[in-house]
């Protein structure tokens, strides 16, 4: 019997950081769910998080001409990027992957005919201690310069409003979205 025409909907799925907490946790739930016709996953290393039926390559998001190599070769339909260093290491870290890496990810996307690309955020990016994340989403204020605190939330935070607009530029990317709404469980 053929299948309900919305499974496998998100077609190729690459997830970015694929082998980390949040993105092994996707991978289960796309598996699961069968919501993608071929699942690939691209981090720094592939030995953990690993699962049966997934193509795993390891590469660096600081490094463009990889990256369109690899996107290049695996063609996915809709990019997850999930990768990030932990908020605690070191300034120069935390801005070469989250701003220039995410940055080398959406151009490398353009350039090989990604659909989709989803970029996790964190909540801390529109969060200031003052008000509570109730139905919170991409339309509410960053919280920016001066305002916030912390390094690592200001390098997630950049590149959110440009990613949203690849959604209107002539590129191949029809639809970007900014996931900042929710903490993921510990
Ligand atoms: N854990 C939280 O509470 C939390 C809260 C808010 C937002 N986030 C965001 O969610 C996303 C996933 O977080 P997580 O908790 O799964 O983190 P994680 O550390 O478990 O996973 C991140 C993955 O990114 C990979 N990575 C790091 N640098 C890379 C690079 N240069 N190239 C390729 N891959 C690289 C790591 O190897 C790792 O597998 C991150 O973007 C993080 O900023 C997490």
Not at 7 to 30: D, E, P, T, W
Not at 71 to 89: C, E, M, W, Y
Request: charge should be positive; proline fraction near 4%; aromatic fraction near 6%.
């Amino acid at each position: 019997m053929a299948e309900p025409k919305t499974l496998r909907s998100l077609r190729h799925v690459l997830i970015v950081g694929g082998c980390g907490f949040l993105g092994h946790h996707i991978v289960k739930l796309l598996i699961q769910k069968k919501l993608a016709s071929q699942i690939s996953v691209l981090d720094l290393r592939t030995t953990q998080n690993r699962q049966d039926g997934v193509t795993y390559v390891d590469g660096d998001i600081t490094d463009l001409e990889s990256m369109k190599q690899i996107l290049g070769r695996l063609k996915p339909d809709t990019v997850i990027h999930t990768a990030s260093p932990h908020f605690d290491l070191r300034k120069e870290l935390l801005y070469k992957v989250n701003v220039d890496g995410t940055r080398n990810l959406l151009k490398a996307a353009q350039a090989t005919g990604v659909k989709a690309f989803v970029y996790t955020s964190s909540a801390s990016v529109i969060y200031d201690e003052t008000v509570q994340l109730v139905n919170a989403d991409e339309r509410w204020p960053l919280v920016v310069g001066d305002r916030q605190p912390e390094y690592y939330t200001s390098t997630k935070v950049i590149d959110a409003p440009n990613i949203l607009k690849c959604n209107a530029s002539p590129s191949l990317i029809l639809s970007t979205f900014s996931r900042a709404t929710r903490k993921w469980p510990s």
